[in-house]
Each structure stands twice: as C-alpha cells, then as structure tokens.
C-alpha cells in the first residue's frame, strides 16, 4: 500500500472538522501507547495545540503539553486516566520550540510530577534572548524603526504596537538536546531534528521505527506559521526555514502529527507549498534590488503586494510587514535566496 503523497490529506476528518468549527477533538488513542490529546489555547485566534503522548512502563512522555494553566493540566489529567494513567507518572516533557502555546505547561507539570523538560540548547538560547529585557527595551526598538526608514508620522503607531508584554515565561530546561540526538521515551526511539525558522532552534522530533514526525509549527497542514518570531536581528531565519523545509524530504512518506489543526500524510506537497509561499515575497524583492538598490526597509515594503494593501496596513501588522520585508531583503542580500529562486524557477 502507498500513500498518496501529492497533497495533504487529513487522518482522521474528524479532527479537521472539530478544528474547521473552532472546538478542540476528543483526546485519541493512536495505538501503541501514543494518544494526541488537544489543549485549549485560551488567547488568540488558533483553538487549541495537538499535546502528544507517549504511555511507556516508565512513565508517561508528553511533547509540547501547550498553553498553561488548570484547565488544560485537567483536560491532560483526563486523557490520561481513559487510558489508565496519572499527572503523577509524567516523567518528560519534550517542547519542539518555546512559545507559550507549547512549553506553556511545563513548568507546571514539572512542579507536579518531576518531569524532566527536554529543549534543544539553540531554543534555550532563543527563549533566553526573549526573555531578555533588552529585547523588549523601546529605545532598541526605536533604533530599528529609524533603520527600516519608516517616515516619522508612523512612527508612534510601530511604537505604540511595540509595548506588548511578552506572554512567553522563562524556563530552564533540564536536558538540552541537539541535531541528531535520539531521545528513548519508553521504548520508542524519537530523533531531534533541527528546524530553525519559525524559532531560532525549533526542533522536529522523527519516530524512524512508527514513520511518525512530530512537526511543531514548522510545518503544519495549512496555516503558515510565522518566521522568524522572537529572533534577533541579525539572524537569517527565512533562509533557515527554507533550508529546515528542506532537512524534513527523508521523512515525506511519514505520518505527520503537527502542534495545531489535524494530523496528516503529504509532507512533501507541504513542504513545497510553504516554501513557495515564503519565495514568491523574495522573488519580488529580488526583482526590485536592481532599481532600489540599498533602499531603506520603508522603501522595499511600499513597493510590495500586500494582502490588505499597502496603504491599509497600520500598527502591528505594518510593524510585521515591516519586518518581513527585511527578512526577504537579508535574503535576497546575502546570496541565499538564488539557490531557491533558480530552482524554482
Ligand atoms: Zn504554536
């Protein structure tokens, strides 16, 4: 039996459907002790996070539990107990990257049962410089606004949009993993693969042995998760997110279990929709460098098609369009984008 891999097909539709009408699945029973166990992200517009589960007689194995809070350490409890199981047991908790909608739980978890969080050492890092106040000082943020060269009546809105507290706690992981490192949860064998983009060390978690891939938010069957969110300045993640695309083609025949909306086979066509999501903006920006040259940022992003137009965007969503447009322009800059633009070409 082959699976058809030329598009993305949902495993169960009931877990399409249940994400489609905003609710979250009832927890599932996957067979050989994993179960998918939706949790509830009470802020935002995504319902819920897919928490998986690994059941092993040395305990209970969670990867990315989600957001924090009672209600969602209840629904785990819960989950758990229909198969037999207990908060007590947890014994690890893997997190494919660190926001709140993921590593949210952990602590919370550790507290109770002594689980031991699993990180990879780069997404430690990256949640370190989150939770840096550096990275929410205003003055920096001023200094970027004046770089991207954005006139100064729009500068008090980027501001403005800048002063959101970070939802995003500091946790201190008590293994750090890296590429290639195979974590033993019972007796199955998950290998960490890194996935930089989304995060600056975001992880996939690949069962060789099942043919499952645990894909966090780096791939996900049809939203396009955000790049580059909580990096510094300076890094590339937009040429790491199309080379992480890239790092997953060994696992295309594989069962993919993402962080949100459903379980699915297709990797591959997803993995090539996402990447020529992200180069249609750097084409457009690679076309413009020869007239604009070292433009200011401002000047890129108001020659470029937006959703909303150009004219409509205001706020944060000018600030993330702002943003993006640096990105591709690093691209573009840095000589990384030719090797994707020739061959999609
Ligand atoms: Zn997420």
Known sequence: MSSRTDEVVPVDEGERRAWDAGELPPPSDLGDGLWCIPVAIPEGTLPGTLAY?????????????????????????????????????????????????????????????????????????????????????????????????????????????FTRPSLTGDVQPDVLVADGDVLELGARRLEVVATPGHTGGHVCLADRAARLLFTGDHVLPRIYSGVGIGVQPGDEPLGDLLSSLERLAPFDEYTV??????????????????????????????????????????????????????????????????????MHRELVRSGRAQQWLTRDA
Request: avoid cysteine; proline fraction near 3%.
């Open 53 to 161: 589960a690994v059941l092993d007689d040395d305990g209970v194995h969670l990867i990315d539990p989600g957001w924090d809070g009672t209600a969602n350490l209840t629904r785990i409890a819960e989950a758990l107990a229909a198969a037999g199981r207990t908060l007590d047991e947890v014994a690890t908790v893997v997190v494919t990257h660190h926001h709140p909608d993921h590593l949210g739980l952990a602590a919370r978890l550790r507290a109770h049962s002594g689980a031991r969080i699993v990180m990879s050492a780069d997404e430690r890092r990256a949640l370190a410089a989150v939770v840096d106040p550096a990275a929410t000082d205003p003055e920096a943020y001023r200094a970027t606004v004046e770089q991207w060269g954005v006139p100064h009546d729009r500068r008090a809105e980027l501001l403005a949009s």
């Open 257 to 326: 279990l993402p962080g949100h909306e459903f379980r699915f086979t297709g990797l591959r066509a997803r993995r090539e929709r996402i990447a020529a999501h992200h180069l249609r903006r750097t084409a457009e920006v690679a076309a413009l460098v020869e007239e604009l040259g070292d433009a200011t940022v401002w000047e890129y992003a108001r020659r470029l098609t937006w959703t909303a137009g150009w004219h409509g965007l205001d706020g944060f969503w000018l600030h993330s369009a702002l943003r993006q447009t640096e």
